[in-house]
């Protein structure tokens, strides 16, 4: 028997491929025994056992690989470890070359001269080069990328505006160009309302809502969402208005954000003027602005984001008349379900916690709360006048906490991608004795992670198993944002949560009525 | 292509490193840290987390196979760039990824973790069986008569229970284990990364125990020198009571007593790893879990 | 309308600056995303967009490549290299590169002078010329110096015969040797009688039967266009030269019938033309250098206008400082070798010929040349890549030298060095591999990258500028 052996100096293949080709060695008639083996101690001797160690397998090291062959005749043995060879190079030759990928916006830009839109998410402090190497290319920019200064901000706005460019961002998660869906957002269909939005979620939320009423939209603009700072002084929201004024595709215009500074809403207001066509404008816990706002003819002001999709939508019907008829109708439904729900807690279970991805819906969740809750509701991001939050690692009594917030996300994924801390605090919550109810948001669509309801499901059904083991029940109370064509689905989405025991309710507005309504009264 | 990483293991450093790539296969790509012994890997999306991991947001069929052993790779400011080939990894929004064995409680008085635990152990004999792997869980314990690598990696295990479960530090069993049989990463070496971790998994507070784990831990990295870089990587990490997600969400699984379908989901992705080593590492957690507290072995 | 407005109506397009799962998510949608492989600045580069005086970078390379694309480098009469190449002399050997002296020149190199120094008569025999090159009585000096070029070793001595070719828009003239073919051939440092032999042939024969024809042709022979009509045959005129030899034997054929009355003499020169596919190197370099040259001297300009190497050095030069070479050690050129030899036979990259990537052809043009991977390594759809990555770092692109697998897009033109360093990505150089020991010759082809060292060096200089 002629026993011969191929050592791979440092050569390393995946134990599949190793078992692989140990296959089929053995499998050749003309061998009688093989060995496929790391070069260790322990596996030298192995093969001194089975007779397989020659001098050179024995002289291997532990990072080499040995293949070892007994056969009745020297070329039987060289054919074997020949054909060893060519299984593990198979693999390594499979490889082929990529499509030409250009490595600048400039070189790029000479390949593609019809490109017009710039989607720019590095890190941030490269990401303010970049936008400038696109704007003054001439392509309209979605500035992604968070971390970049407010002095850059504004001179980057300013120029696009010189230049007739939009400059969405920094941190513009949502932006809807012409039926596309650019960074976080959802599959919608093309129609008569353009958004402009400095709140990413707030978007998002408003255009689903829409969507499943079978309204479009013409284009949804994000902005960022200190566009309507002082400092930068709404120079975007401003541009994407008049461009959306004197678009032809739209003829329901939205405007979207958290109260605006003082002199930038005069700025809005002038600009809401000059047109006719009807704009809703939601500034969201702004009630300071809505007096201004109603002075304008064409304008329609709302309170909430849901309220915005509604009267957008015109979805009210006729017969109803207003929206506040139209809602209190809708209160009184989940009037009704949160009293068979209280069924369920202990008497000194007093307190609401509210999770969020989207900060804006963090918002509406607390513009809600607060006219019907009687005590403060704390938050890390907190209405105008609200009480924050002094740890936003820890709850105290009813509150909302913004996940995405930057003490959240620096150096960590966007809950929206990742739902391990929003796993984390629902389990923390279910610790807690006086919690009687916790609701979250889950944010599908483009950008967003792939099954978020899966997760956050077993993560409800983990916390329900804590509390009832230390007897009690906890409601769980959440609402999708997204539609039925988004990648991860809404229906899906829906009852993955149902079925883990979480009541879903159609808006995030109606989501934390209900929440309040359970622990109110 | 520039791609985010979603996790970083506890052992990729903070700062600025330099490395080249040690071994390259489809969804794993090793990096030789210069100031290092240990390995970092970078893996893709579709795999666990590891604790000397980089997971990476790679899109569907992506393939570290267009690099070479060689390649040079520096990381500044939590931006990670290859010279030669095209990728450039953004580290700064990863999520730093840690598993905290001790923390478990494993606890077989309570009905549903035993019930778990034998759940795990039957598919995993019956996985083992069906592959026609070398080593059995079941065979290992029992005193087989087969030969080679699981019959020696059967005598070592029991031995190293046995010296377990007297604390007797003077077994030197660990070491006929180290670099035996099949496999990129030995079946030996992982039996004993799988070991460790179930022993992290009891300590419960006791210090005799942990004690008995670090020195078992050292003498392990001691003779680890015995085997390739990769395995040795493993088990460094897992002396520290760090293994991957994978394994470390399967054993949170049997603590909490999971429903047999969970279980079955979680031992699953366990096994899912290189040929066997998926379940030789699942068999030494298994056992390992049994060190010192009474779990029924099934005859 | 507002830009926005227009945007509205129209179908995007979108580049993608970052993340690979945003443009998946976008490109899931339908729409065409242009992925950028995105990388950070390199550290320490700063853009640099004008001279400390004041003037303009961009404007100044508009100017240089403007230049060079005007530029008409035609074929207008051969001469002796004494009597035409300004500052020749009996004394004086012109080689490829940047300046060399005797004790550093690669074994291509030193062969190549040897034997040009017998071709003289200057010494009898290997060891005369050897003790003669190192006496100090030979004057070396590059051929970029004496507005030349030459391939290889580019070794002129005083009484080879020329091309002269003139940039009819500037006036400015330049130089090359007629190449000999391939095998045992002086530009690879051949010796002994077959070499001398032929060089005899070649300027006995074949000269004088091309000078008269040459003569005869008023207008002389518009090479610029030749190496345009073969960018669309095929070639890229620096290692694929086929199609531009053939054009060129139809250029001159009537004419050296007319002129040249003995039919074998005739027969041999066509003969000779035909059966070497580099015959049109030598003039396809000296275009480069004419149309180059012409750019030289624009302040400010952070082109390129020379790259050239001697086997042992690479240098390159800058239209803004034509005077000053920037120069690093000459790297080794990753290829396909001919049967009997491997990489260990190899001499560093060696040659003139990088002419013609300055001059926007050559390795700049190779999509136009698929078949060229068979010759150099590689795949066609390797070939088309190194063209387009080129564009990212030239300032412009040829408007009369265009590519049809690129929808006739014109070659990039014009090497900015500040663009070589904000990208980190250098040259691609195809080229010949010559034997690193004197007169084996040709031992493959292949491609490698410029050395960073001399761009670093240029963008230092250019940062004083």
């Known amino acids: 028997m002629i026993v011969k052996t191929l050592i791979k100096t440092s050569e390393y293949h995946d134990s599949v491929s190793l078992m692989l080709v140990a296959r089929e060695l053995s499998k050749l008639e003309s061998v009688q025994d093989a060995a496929v083996v790391m070069g260790t101690e322990a596996n030298k001797s192995i093969l001194a056992d089975a007779g397989l160690l020659t001098e050179e397998a024995g002289a291997a090291s532990p990072n080499d690989l040995v293949i070892g062959v007994s056969a009745p005749s020297d070329s039987a043995a060289d054919a074997a470890l020949q054909k060893a060879e060519v299984l593990l190079k198979q693999k390594a030759s499979s490889v082929q070359a990529g499509e030409f990928k250009p490595k600048t916006i400039r070189g790029a830009l000479s390949s593609n001269p019809a490109a017009n839109v710039a989607v720019i998410s590095v890190a941030g402090r490269y990401a303010t080069d970049e936008a400038w190497e696109a704007l003054s290319h001439g392509l309209h920019v979605l500035l992604f990328s968070d971390n970049v200064s407010l002095e850059d901000e504004i001179s980057l706005k300013k120029y696009a505006r010189e230049q007739g460019l939009l400059l969405m961002g920094p941190g513009a998660g949502t932006t809807i160009l012409n039926g596309v869906a650019l960074g976080f957002a959802n599959v919608l269909p093309r129609g008569p309302v353009g958004i402009v939005s400095a709140a990413g979620t707030g978007l998002q939320e408003v255009s689903t809502l829409l969507a499943r009423h079978g309204v479009g939209i013409s284009q949804g603009i994000g902005t960022g969402g200190r566009d309507l700072k002082k400092e930068v002084g709404g120079v975007m929201m401003l541009e994407a208005l008049k461009a959306l004024q004197q678009d032809d595709a739209t003829n329901v215009i939205v405007l979207i954000s958290k109260p605006p500074a003082e002199e930038v809403v005069r700025l809005i207001l002038d600009q809401l003027a000059a047109s006719v066509k009807p704009a809703v404008i939601c500034f969201l816990g702004g009630d300071a602005s809505q007096s201004a706002l109603e002075k304008i003819p064409n304008v329609i002001p709302a309170r909430t984001l849901y309220e915005c999709a509604l009267l957008a939508g015109r979805l009210i019907p006729d017969e109803v008349g207003d929206?506040?008829?139209?809602?209190?109708?809708?209160?009184?439904?989940?009037?009704?379900?949160?009293?068979?729900?209280?069924?369920?807690?202990?008497?000194?279970?007093?307190?609401?916690?509210?999770?969020?991805?989207?900060?804006?819906?963090?918002?509406?969740?607390?513009?809600?709360?607060?006219?019907?809750?009687?005590?403060?509701?704390?938050?890390?991001?907190?209405?105008?006048?609200?009480?924050?939050?002094?740890?936003?690692?820890?709850?105290?009594?009813h509150t909302a906490v913004d996940l995405g917030e930057e003490e959240f996300t620096v150096g960590r994924p966007h809950p929206m991608i990742d739902n391990d801390l929003r796993i984390r605090r629902i389990l923390q919550e279910a610790r807690d004795p006086e919690v009687a109810v916790i609701m979250f948001d889950v944010v599908i669509g483009y950008g967003a992670h792939p099954d978020p309801a899966s997760e956050l499901g077993q993560a409800v059904e983990d916390a329900q198993k804590l509390a009832r083991g230390e007897g009690r029940e906890l409601v769980f109370v959440a609402s999708v944002t997204g539609t039925e064509e988004d990648p991860q689905s809404l229906s899906r989405t829906t009852s993955t949560l149902e079925h883990a025991g979480v009541h879903v309710c159609d808006s995030n507005s109606a989501a934390a009525r209900l929440t309040a309504l359970l622990v109110s009264g | 292509m520039y791609l985010r990483a979603i996790s970083l293991g506890y052992a990729v450093p903070d700062g600025n490193f330099e490395a080249e790539a040690h071994s390259v296969f489809q969804s794993a790509?090793?990096?030789?840290?210069?100031?290092?012994?240990?390995?970092?890997?970078?893996?893709?999306?579709?795999?666990?987390?590891?604790?000397?991991?980089?997971?990476?947001?790679?899109?569907?069929?992506?393939?570290?196979?267009?690099?070479?052993?060689?390649?040079?790779?520096?990381?500044?400011?939590?931006?990670?760039?290859?010279?030669?080939?095209?990728?450039?990894?953004?580290?700064?929004?990863?999520?730093?990824?840690?598993?905290?064995?001790?923390?478990?409680?494993?606890?077989?008085?309570?009905?549903?973790?035993?019930?778990?635990?034998?759940?795990?152990?039957e598919v995993l004999n019956a996985r083992q069986r069906l592959s026609e792997a070398e080593i059995v869980a079941q065979e290992l314990l029992g005193k087989s008569a087969r030969e080679g690598v699981a019959h020696r990696a059967g005598k070592a295990i029991r031995t190293l229970l046995s010296a377990a479960r007297r604390y007797d530090l003077t077994d030197s069993s660990a070491q006929s284990l180290i670099g035996l049989g099949s496999g990129l990463t030995p079946s030996g070496d992982d039996l004993l990364s799988g070991y460790l971790a179930g022993l992290w998994c009891i300590v419960q507070g006791e210090s005799k125990r942990a004690q008995f784990i670090s020195s078992l831990g050292e003498?392990?990295?001691?003779?680890?020198?015995?085997?390739?870089?990769?395995?040795?990587?493993?088990?460094?990490?897992?002396?520290?009571g760090q293994v991957s997600s994978r394994l470390a969400d399967l054993v949170e699984g049997i603590c909490r007593g999971e429903n047999p379908k969970r279980l079955n989901e979680l031992a699953e992705a366990a096994f899912d790893v290189g040929h066997t080593s998926g379940t030789d590492t699942v068999t030494g957690l298994l056992i390992g879990l049994g060190a010192w507290i009474r779990v029924e072995f099934p005859e | 309308?507002?830009?926005?407005?227009?945007?509205?109506?129209?179908?995007?397009?979108?580049?993608?600056?970052?993340?690979?799962?945003?443009?998946?998510?976008?490109?899931?949608?339908?729409?065409?995303?242009?992925?950028?492989?995105?990388?950070?600045?390199?550290?320490?580069?700063?853009?640099?967009?004008?001279?400390?005086?004041?003037?303009?970078?961009?404007?100044?390379?508009?100017?240089?490549?403007?230049?060079?694309?005007?530029?008409?480098?035609?074929?207008?009469?051969?001469?002796?290299?004494?009597?035409?190449?300004?500052?020749?002399?009996?004394?004086?050997?012109?080689?490829?590169?940047?300046?060399?002296?005797?004790?550093?020149?690669?074994?291509?190199?030193?062969?190549?002078?040897m034997g040009a120094l017998i071709y003289e008569g200057l010494a009898g025999d290997e060891s005369e010329a050897m003790q003669l090159a190192t006496s100090g009585a030979i004057e070396f000096s590059p051929c970029h110096h004496h507005h030349g070029v030459g391939p290889m070793a580019g070794v002129v001595s005083a009484s080879m015969p020329v091309?002269?070719?003139?940039?009819?828009?500037?006036?400015?003239?330049?130089?090359?040797?007629?190449?000999?073919?391939?095998?045992?051939?002086?530009?690879?440092?051949?010796?002994?009688?077959?070499?001398?032999?032929?060089?005899?042939?070649?300027?006995?024969?074949?000269?004088?039967?091309?000078?008269?024809?040459?003569?005869?042709?008023?207008?002389?022979?518009?090479?610029?266009?030749?190496?345009?009509?073969?960018?669309?045959?095929?070639?890229?005129?620096?290692?694929?030269?086929?199609?531009?030899?053939?054009?060129?034997?139809?250029?001159?054929?009537?004419?050296?019938?007319?002129?040249?009355?003995?039919?074998?003499?005739?027969?041999?020169?066509?003969?000779?033309?035909?059966?070497?596919?580099?015959?049109?190197?030598?003039?396809?370099?000296?275009?480069?250098?004419?149309?180059?040259?012409?750019?030289?001297?624009?302040?400010?300009?952070?082109?390129?206008?020379?790259?050239?190497?001697?086997g042992t050095d690479f240098g390159i030069r800058l239209a803004s400082m034509p005077e000053r070479w920037f120069v690093a050690p000459a790297g080794q050129v990753q290829g396909l070798y001919f049967p009997q030899y491997t990489e260990k036979d190899a001499n560093p990259d060696i040659g003139d010929s990088t002419i013609t990537e300055t001059a926007g052809y050559g390795g700049m043009a190779?999509?136009?040349?698929?078949?060229?991977?068979?010759?150099?390594?590689?795949?066609?759809?390797?070939?088309?890549?190194?063209?387009?990555?080129?564009?990212?770092?030239?300032?412009?692109?040829?408007?009369?030298?265009?590519?049809?697998?690129?929808?006739?897009r014109g070659t990039p033109l014009g090497i900015d060095v500040r663009k070589v360093m904000e990208t980190g990505i250098l040259p691609r150089i195809n080229t010949g591999i010559a034997h690193k020991d004197p007169g084996v010759g040709m031992v493959g082809a292949g491609i490698l990258r410029a050395p960073e060292k001399c761009f670093k060096d240029a963008f230092e200089a250019i940062k004083e500028m």
């Open chain 3, 1 to 113: 309308m507002t830009k926005i407005n227009e945007l509205f109506g129209k179908d995007l397009t979108v580049l993608n600056v970052g993340l690979a799962s945003m443009a998946k998510s976008v490109s899931d949608q339908g729409v065409r995303v242009i992925d950028l492989d995105w990388q950070p600045p390199k550290e320490g580069i700063p853009r640099l967009r004008q001279t400390r005086s004041g003037v303009s970078m961009d404007a100044a390379n508009q100017e240089v490549v403007s230049r060079i694309q005007r530029g008409q480098a035609v074929l207008i009469g051969m001469g002796i290299a004494r009597d035409v190449i300004p500052g020749m002399h009996a004394r004086m050997i012109l080689h490829a590169g940047p300046p060399i002296e005797w004790q550093r020149m690669c074994g291509p190199t030193r062969g190549a002078v």
């Open chain 1, 323 to 397: 929206v506040k008829t139209f809602l209190d109708a809708e209160n009184s439904g989940l009037a009704k379900q949160a009293q068979n729900l209280k069924a369920r807690l202990n008497a000194n279970q007093y307190y609401l916690r509210g999770l969020f991805s989207g900060g804006t819906l963090c918002y509406e969740a607390q513009v809600i709360w607060k006219e019907i809750l009687d005590i403060p509701v704390h938050s890390n991001a907190p209405l105008p006048g609200g009480s924050t939050l002094p740890d936003s690692t820890k709850s105290r009594r």
């Open chain 2, 29 to 121: 790509l090793n990096l030789h840290l210069n100031s290092e012994d240990n390995l970092l890997t970078l893996i893709a999306s579709s795999e666990g987390d590891l604790p000397q991991g980089i997971r990476l947001d790679t899109p569907e069929g992506f393939s570290f196979e267009n690099f070479r052993v060689g390649d040079l790779m520096i990381c500044r400011d939590e931006i990670l760039v290859f010279e030669k080939d095209s990728l450039t990894i953004q580290l700064s929004e990863a999520r730093r990824w840690k598993c905290d064995l001790p923390a478990l409680r494993f606890d077989p008085a309570d009905p549903a973790v035993a019930a778990a635990w034998s759940f795990v152990w």
């Open chain 3, 366 to 408: 190779m999509a136009a040349a698929p078949a060229i991977t068979q010759f150099v390594g590689g795949t066609p759809q390797m070939a088309m890549q190194n063209t387009l990555e080129m564009y990212e770092i030239t300032f412009g692109e040829h408007e009369n030298l265009t590519i049809p697998a690129l929808n006739f």
């Open chain 3, 163 to 310: 091309w002269i070719l003139e940039n009819k828009a500037f006036g400015n003239r330049a130089y090359c040797t007629l190449n000999e073919g391939l095998g045992k051939v002086l530009r690879y440092g051949g010796m002994g009688p077959e070499v001398y032999a032929r060089l005899k042939w070649m300027a006995s024969d074949l000269y004088p039967a091309l000078d008269r024809a040459l003569q005869s042709l008023p207008n002389g022979i518009d090479i610029k266009s030749l190496i345009a009509q073969a960018l669309h045959m095929g070639d890229e005129c620096h290692n694929r030269n086929r199609a531009a030899t053939s054009l060129f034997l139809r250029a001159i054929g009537p004419a050296l019938a007319r002129t040249n009355k003995d039919n074998e003499v005739l027969a041999k020169v066509i003969e000779f033309i035909d059966r070497n596919d580099h015959f049109f190197l030598n003039l396809s370099m000296p275009a480069g250098k004419a149309m180059l040259e012409a750019a030289e001297g624009v302040e400010g300009s952070t082109i390129v206008t020379v790259m050239a190497r001697n």
């Open chain 2, 219 to 240: 003498t392990i990295i001691h003779l680890s020198s015995k085997t390739n870089d990769i395995s040795r990587t493993y088990l460094y990490h897992a002396a520290q």
